[in-house]
T-cell receptor, first 113, second 114 residues
Framework: GQQLNQSPQSMFIQEGEDVSMNCTSS?????WLWYKQDPGEGPVLLIA?????ELTSNGRLTAQFGITRKDSFLNISASIPSDVGIYFC?????????????FGKGTKLSVKP | NAGVTQTPKFQVLKTGQSMTLQCAQD?????MYWYRQDPGMGLRLIYY???????DKGEVPNGYNVSRLNKREFSLRLESAAPSQTSVYFC?????????????FGEGSRLTVL
């Protein structure tokens, strides 16, 4: 079945630094979603991408749908302590009628003040 | 607007006991999902319901049953709990078309099976 490779698995950064994480696959996707999960909470949608090459921002967050449709990245600029959490990418394979998303295993972000 | 509501939030079971996790959404979404989250494994789909009256297996359905009671409610049942089912369970509903929509998650139900 399809798999998403999300990297890095974890990051320890200093407050104010920029963060970059990505997801890759051997499959082509028609949708990429990026979620953040705070400790003890459910994932919350950050950014949704629907077209190859699409670049979308949400405040300090920027995500891109890779031109090959097999990858996506998420950047966080000028990190702050509340950015701590687990970030998940999720992709949907084109042509499916079920709409099921495939999730990466997450990037755990820690921010040192 | 509550979104997706799950109950209970915490539960401890003994091996062999049964229980049902309840999920309700008030966003008038057609599709609903149950995932489990385990350390290092990400989110894995257990069952989903593309519309009222239909249910389908996901990646890890063994040991679980589901019921789509109506458009709002989608329950997950463990008939005979096993320690391997210790996990955090998330219900989600889908906004938009099934081939492009966005998932909205509940806050999770933390289940421990002893």
């Amino acid at each position: 079945g399809q798999q998403l490779n999300q990297s890095p698995q974890s990051m320890f950064i200093q407050e104010g630094e920029d963060v970059s994480m990505n997801c890759t696959s051997s499959s082509i996707f028609n949708t990429w979603l990026w979620y953040k999960q705070d400790p003890g909470e459910g994932p919350v949608l950050l950014i949704a991408l629907y077209k190859a090459g699409e670049l979308t921002s949400n405040g300090r967050l920027t995500a891109q749908f890779g031109i090959t449709r097999k990858d996506s990245f998420l950047n966080i600029s000028a990190s702050i302590p509340s950015d701590v959490g687990i970030y998940f990418c999720a992709g949907r394979v084109g042509g499916g009628s079920q709409g099921n998303l495939i999730f990466g295993k997450g990037t755990k972000l820690s921010v040192k003040p | 607007n509550a979104g997706v509501t799950q109950t209970p939030k915490f539960q401890v079971l003994k091996t062999g006991q049964s229980m049902t996790l309840q999920c309700a959404q008030d966003m008038n979404h057609n599709s609903m999902y149950w995932y489990r989250q385990d350390p290092g494994m990400g989110l894995r789909l257990i069952y989903y319901s593309a519309s009222e009256g239909t249910t389908d297996k996901g990646e890890v359905p063994n040991g679980y049953n589901v019921s789509r009671l109506n458009k709002r409610e989608f329950s997950l049942r463990l008939e005979s709990a096993a320690p391997s089912q210790t996990s955090v369970y998330f219900c989600a509903s889908l906004m938009g078309p099934t081939n492009t929509g966005e998932l909205f998650f509940g806050e999770g139900s933390r289940l421990t099976v002893l």
